[in-house]
């Protein structure tokens, strides 16, 4: 059984909610994404010293970022010193297209969180410092080494041709709408 099994049989997440039809924009994800990103800290090395609190989560409807010309599932932001002068919260944001992440099953939703939060870089004991780490190639080697490159290769692919999938539905329901309203004119 690979380890991603083995985590899978003692999740206890919450359910990703249903947002509203229509619904563009973010949406506070704390309630399920916070469960998991504690239960990643929990169970690997590599992210075992991440403060998850000092995390925001946000679903996003909005278009999600290429990277390395793939779509990735979420993105990493730093919060900047200004920023933490008005609210000192959170020192990172993380936000994950929901359109995609609603569908993905418990393991490729670890990986994927897991991607985003090898990205967080909190420095050293002797200089704690915090920023963002950029990934090592497409992919961040913590990520592949703690859950097997293929597994971690093909999560991705499926997140990239999800966003791809999704894209070309929305596309062609435009250009329907577009004929729609040239033949009603």
């Given at each position: 059984?690979?380890?991603?099994?083995?985590?899978?049989?003692?999740?206890?997440?919450?359910?990703?909610p249903i947002l509203p039809q229509?619904?563009?924009?973010?949406?506070?994800?704390?309630?399920?994404?916070?469960?998991?990103?504690?239960?990643?800290?929990?169970?690997?090395?590599?992210?075992?010293?991440?403060?998850?609190?000092?995390?925001?989560?946000?679903?996003?409807?909005?278009?999600?970022?290429?990277?390395?010309?793939?779509?990735?599932?979420?993105?990493?932001?730093?919060?900047?010193?200004?920023?933490?002068?008005?609210?000192?919260?959170?020192?990172?944001?993380?936000?994950?297209?929901?359109?995609?992440?609603?569908?993905?099953?418990?393991?490729?939703?670890?990986?994927?969180?897991?991607?985003?939060?090898?990205?967080?870089?909190?420095?050293?004991?002797?200089?704690?410092?915090?920023k963002k780490k950029p990934s090592?190639?497409?992919?961040?080697?913590?990520?592949?080494?703690?859950?097997?490159?293929?597994?971690?290769?093909?999560?991705?692919?499926?997140?990239?041709?999800?966003?791809?999938?999704?894209?070309?539905?929305?596309?062609?329901?435009?250009?329907?709408?577009?004929?729609?309203?040239?033949?009603?004119?």
């Amino acid at each position: 059984m690979s380890e991603v099994q083995e985590k899978k049989e003692e999740l206890t997440f919450g359910v990703t909610p249903i947002l509203p039809q229509g619904f563009e924009g973010y949406m506070d994800a704390d309630e399920e994404l916070s469960l998991i990103a504690e239960h990643i800290k929990r169970n690997t090395v590599h992210n075992s010293d991440i403060e998850t609190d000092r995390i925001k989560f946000l679903y996003s409807t909005l278009n999600p970022k290429k990277e390395g010309g793939r779509y990735i599932l979420s993105s990493l932001t730093r919060r900047s010193d200004i920023d933490k002068m008005v609210n000192d919260e959170y020192d990172y944001i993380i936000t994950v297209y929901y359109d995609v992440w609603k569908d993905l099953d418990d393991s490729n939703k670890i990986i994927q969180l897991d991607k985003a939060l090898c990205g967080i870089d909190m420095g050293t004991l002797d200089k704690p410092i915090l920023k963002k780490k950029p990934s090592d190639t497409r992919e961040y080697n913590d990520n592949l080494k703690c859950y097997g490159a293929e597994i971690v290769l093909n999560s991705s692919e499926m997140v990239d041709l999800a966003c791809q999938r999704i894209f070309d539905e929305k596309r062609e329901l435009k250009k329907e709408e577009r004929q729609l309203k040239k033949n009603n004119l």
